[in-house]
C-alpha cells in the first residue's frame, strides 16, 4: 500500500513540479561557491556570530547546517523547537553567509528509537544497530518514514521560504554505514514486495532465479528472505542477491524520493535539492533517485588507505578519487557539487597521517577542474567532544585559529575570488579535447553481480574501472562516467568496461555508435549473462562475437604469483588477474597474442572496423595496466593529438581555464605552450602543487 500511495504522490509531483534545469541555480561567473560545516547545536550560542563572522571572512560564501540535529530540532515527541535554528540562521544570514539546509533523518533521536525498536537497522548476524550511532533506521520502516515526514515537513514549512537559504540536502550520506546491507523484518518484507512486483507469479520467479538448482523452489514469496550468507550452508542464490541489491538500491531512491516530495510540498522552488551519497558505498544508486535537482558527493582523500603516487603518495592521495567522482556525479544531471572535503586529518583512517602540504588546496582544484559548482569543507570547527574528536576543521579546536589544511583552504577561496575576475561568457573546449572525449559506460548491476561471483579473489571491479579511467585521463580526454540513459553518439570514445549484463538492444545500439564513427572499447567479461543474470544458452559471450569481431572464447586465471604474457606491438607485457582467450572472426585485426600457457598465439585484443568506427575487445587484464594504456593510446593517437601525463598528473580544462595537478611525490612538468598566460603557479610543479592557465 505505501509503495501504490508513494507512487501516486510521485506521479502527482512530477506532473505539478516545475521542469527544473539544476544550471539555473547556480551563476556560471561564480564558478565555484564555497562553504563550510557548521553545528550550531555543538557550540554555546554565545559563539555563533563570532564563528560565522569568521567564516565569512575567511572566504566561505554558506555553511550547512542541520544533519545531526534531530534531537534539537524535535526534543521530545511531537514538540519541534526551531528557535535556536533560526537564530543561527539568522546570524548566518547577517554576515552575508548563505546556508544548506539539511533534513536530520541520519540522527533518529533516542525517544524514538526507545519508543519504536522496530525501526531499526539488523545486520545479516541478526543484530539491531541501537541507539548511539548513526544512520541506523530502516529506510523500510513504516513507522520510521511517519516520523520523518513529520520532521521533514517542519522543517521545509519553516525554512522553505527563507531567502539565505539556498537549497536542501536529504539526510547524511544515505547508506547504513560500513557496508551494512538491512535484513530487518521491515526490510524482508519489503524485498518481498519488490519481488510480487518484479515477478508477477511465484513460478516466474521460479523460473528466472533457476530455483530447481539445490531444490530452491518456492511455493509463495511470503517463504522468500533477503539471502544471507552467513545464515546459509553454500552459496546463496545469485539472482536473489543480485535483486536484493537492486531492491535494496531502489529503497533508498524511495526514501530520498519521498523526501523531496515532502520538502516540495512547502519550499520555494528557487530552493534546490540534493544528498550527498558516498561513491564507495555500493548498497546506494544516485542515478536512481529521481527527486533531487541533482546529486553531489563526500570524499576522504588521506585516511591511511590510498598509498598514491611516490614516496608522499599516502599524504596526497590519488587522482581517480576527485576524478571518477566528479565526472560520475556532474554526467548525472549536468550539475553537481562535493558536499564534504577534509580540511586535514580525519580520525576514522586506517592511520591518520598529515595530508602533505599543498594536498588540500590541490584537491579543491581538482574539484574546480571536474566542473563542480560548490565545494563544502567538513568541517568548519573542531569538535571538542564526541565520536570524532581528533577531526580537523577548517579552524583548530581553539576555535580561531586556522589549522594546517584551513589556510590552504583559506588561499583557495581567495584564489577562487580573483579567478572570477578572468572568467569571460561562452568559452568552448578546445578541439583538441573534443575529439578525444570519452564516456565510460558503467551499470551497477555490473557491479553487484561480479562482487558477488568474482570468479578469482584478484578481480576488484573498481581497479578495473580506475584503470581505464587512469588511461583516458592520461591522454588528456574530458571524461564522462554515464548509464544506458544517455546518448552515446556525444563521445568519440566508449569505453564499458567488464559490461557483464547485457541484453540485445544495448549490442545493437553499441554497432549502431560504431557504425556511426563511434570508437567502443570492450574488456573482459563483458556480455557473459543476460539482464537477469543468466548465462546465454550459446558459447561463451557469444551475442557479442558479431560485433567485437570473435568467433569463439574462454577465459583463463593464474596464481597471484604467477605472470602470463601478452605480446602488443612488439612489446611484451605482464597479465596476471583475468584473461578472455580469443579466436578472432575473418573480420578482425588481432592486435595483441597471448605468448605462453597452453594457448600461446591465442589472441588476447581484437580490433575491429565497422561503418565509420571501431570495437576494440581487450580480453587480457593486467595489473600495471601498461597493455591497456599501450592499446587505448593507439586509438586515441587516431583520433587527435593526446596528452601522454605520468601517473599522477592530471591536466582539466573548464570554462575558459586549464588545471594542471601534480598528485606525485617527485616534481613534473605540465605540457603548457608557450604563449599560454600562466594564472597561477608555474610548468614546473612540485608535489601537491597547482598551476591554472590560459592558451
Ligand atoms: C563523513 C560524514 C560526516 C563526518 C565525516 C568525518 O563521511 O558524512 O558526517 O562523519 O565523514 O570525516
Redesign the pocket.
Known amino acids: 500500500m505505501r509503495r501504490i500511495t508513494a507512487l501516486v504522490i510521485c506521479l502527482c509531483t512530477t506532473l505539478l513540479a516545475p521542469a527544473r534545469e539544476p544550471q539555473s541555480f547556480f551563476r556560471d561567473s561564480d564558478l565555484i561557491l564555497c562553504g563550510s560545516?557548521y553545528y550550531p547545536e555543538q557550540w554555546p550560542e554565545e559563539q555563533w556570530g563570532r564563528d560565522l563572522k569568521r567564516m565569512a571572512e575567511l572566504g566561505f560564501e554558506f555553511t550547512h547546517f542541520g544533519?545531526?540535529a534531530w534531537s534539537a530540532m524535535e526534543p521530545e515527541e511531537g514538540r519541534f523547537d526551531f528557535a535556536w535554528l533560526d537564530k543561527a540562521v539568522e546570524t548566518a544570514a547577517s554576515v552575508g553567509l548563505k546556508v544548506i539546509m539539511c533534513t536530520p533523518t541520519?540522527t533518529p533521536p533516542a525517544w524514538l528509537t526507545h519508543k519504536h525498536p522496530d525501526i531499526a537497522v539488523v545486520t545479516d548476524s541478526g543484530r539491531a544497530l541501537e541507539h548511539g550511532g548513526?544512520q541506523h533506521a530502516s529506510w523500510s520502516s513504516d513507522i520510521y518514514r511517519t516520523y520523518v515526514e513529520r520532521v521533514v515537513a517542519a522543517l521545509a514549512e519553516r525554512y522553505g521560504r527563507n531567502p539565505a537559504v539556498i537549497g536542501w540536502q536529504i539526510d547524511?550520506?544515505p547508506s547504513h554505514?560500513s557496508y551494512t546491507y538491512d535484513h530487518s523484518e521491515n526490510a524482508q518484507r519489503s524485498f518481498r514486495r519488490w519481488l510480487r512486483e518484479k515477478y508477477g507469479t511465484i513460478e516466474e520467479l521460479n523460473r528466472v532465479w533457476g530455483t530447481s538448482f539445490w531444490s530452491l523452489a518456492y511455493n509463495d514469496f511470503e517463504q522468500i528472505r533477503i539471502p544471507n550468507q552467513k545464515t546459509l550452508a553454500g552459496t546463496a542464490n545469485p539472482h536473489s542477491v543480485l535483486d536484493y541489491k537492486r531492491c535494496t538500491a531502489d529503497e533508498a531512491a524511495a526514501f530520498i524520493d519521498f523526501q523531496c516530495e515532502v520538502l516540495r510540498r512547502s519550499i520555494d522552488p528557487s530552493q534546490w535539492i540534493t544528498t550527498?551519497t558516498?561513491p564507495g558505498c555500493s548498497a546506494v544508486d544516485p542515478a536512481r533517485m529521481q527527486g533531487p535537482d541533482f546529486a553531489c558527493y563526500?570524499r576522504?582523500l588521506v585516511?591511511g588507505r590510498y598509498a598514491g603516487h611516490g614516496e608522499q603518495g599516502f599524504r596526497i592521495s590519488k587522482p581517480e578519487l576527485l576524478g571518477w567522482n566528479n565526472d560520475y556525479y556532474r554526467s548525472l544531471r549536468g550539475v553537481s557539487g562535493v558536499?564534504?572535503i577534509?580540511p586535514g586529518q580525519?580520525?576514522?583512517g586506517k592511520f591518520n597521517p598529515q595530508p602533505y602540504p599543498g594536498a588540500v588546496r590541490l584537491w579543491m582544484y581538482h574539484i574546480f577542474a571536474g566542473g563542480n559548482r560548490f565545494v563544502c569543507h567538513?568541517?568548519f570547527r573542531q569538535p571538542l567532544r564526541g565520536?570524532?574528536q581528533y577531526?580537523y576543521g577548517t579552524l583548530s579546536a581553539d576555535g580561531v585559529t586556522p589549522s594546517l589544511g584551513g589556510r590552504e583552504i583559506v588561499r583557495f577561496n581567495r584564489e577562487i575570488a580573483e579567478l572570477r575576475r578572468s572568467w569571460r561568457p561562452g568559452a568552448k573546449l578546445p578541439k583538441r579535447l573534443r575529439d578525444l572525449r570519452t564516456a565510460i559506460l558503467v551499470n551497477p548491476d555490473n557491479r553487484w553481480d561480479m562482487e558477488f561471483q568474482p570468479l578469482t579473489d584478484q578481480w576488484s571491479t573498481s581497479a578495473h574501472l580506475d584503470k581505464y579511467y587512469n588511461i583516458a585521463k592520461r591522454a588528456g580526454a574530458p571524461t564522462d562516467i554515464i548509464g544506458e540513459e544517455h546518448d552515446f553518439d556525444r563521445y568519440p570514445v566508449i569505453i564499458a568496461p567488464a559490461y557483464e549484463l547485457a541484453d540485445s538492444q544495448l549490442i545493437a545500439r553499441w554497432e549502431r555508435y560504431v557504425r556511426r564513427g563511434g570508437h567502443l572499447i570492450l574488456t573482459c567479461r563483458t556480455a557473459q549473462k543476460d539482464r537477469t543474470g543468466a548465462l546465454w544458452e550459446a558459447r561463451p559471450s557469444e551475442p557479442i562475437y558479431a560485433l567485437a569481431g570473435i568467433d569463439d572464447m574462454w577465459f583463463d586465471h593464474l596464481p597471484r604469483n604467477r605472470q602470463g604474457k601478452v605480446s602488443f606491438d612488439g612489446r611484451t607485457y605482464g597479465w596476471n588477474n583475468w584473461a578472455d582467450v580469443l579466436t578472432p572472426s575473418p573480420e578482425a585485426e588481432v592486435w595483441a597474442r597471448y605468448d605462453d600457457q597452453f594457448y600461446a598465439g591465442k589472441a588476447a585484443v581484437v580490433h575491429r572496423r565497422a561503418g565509420r568506427g571501431s570495437v576494440t575487445y581487450i580480453g587480457a587484464d593486467t595489473d600495471d595496466g601498461r597493455l591497456e594504456y599501450a592499446v587505448l593510446r593507439r586509438i586515441y593517437s587516431s583520433l587527435g593529438e593526446p596528452f601522454d601525463l605520468p601517473e599522477g598528473v592530471v591536466v582539466e580544462w573548464r570554462d575558459g581555464f586549464w588545471v594542471g595537478l601534480n598528485y606525485t611525490s617527485d616534481t613534473q612538468l605540465l605540457p603548457i605552450p608557450d604563449g599560454a598566460r600562466i594564472l597561477i603557479g608555474s610548468a614546473e610543479l612540485a608535489p601537491a602543487e597547482v598551476a591554472v592557465w590560459r592558451q
Open positions: 560545516y544533519e545531526f541520519a548513526r547524511n550520506e554505514y550527498n558516498m563526500t576522504y585516511n558536499m564534504e577534509q580525519v580520525n576514522w567538513y568541517r565520536s570524532e577531526h
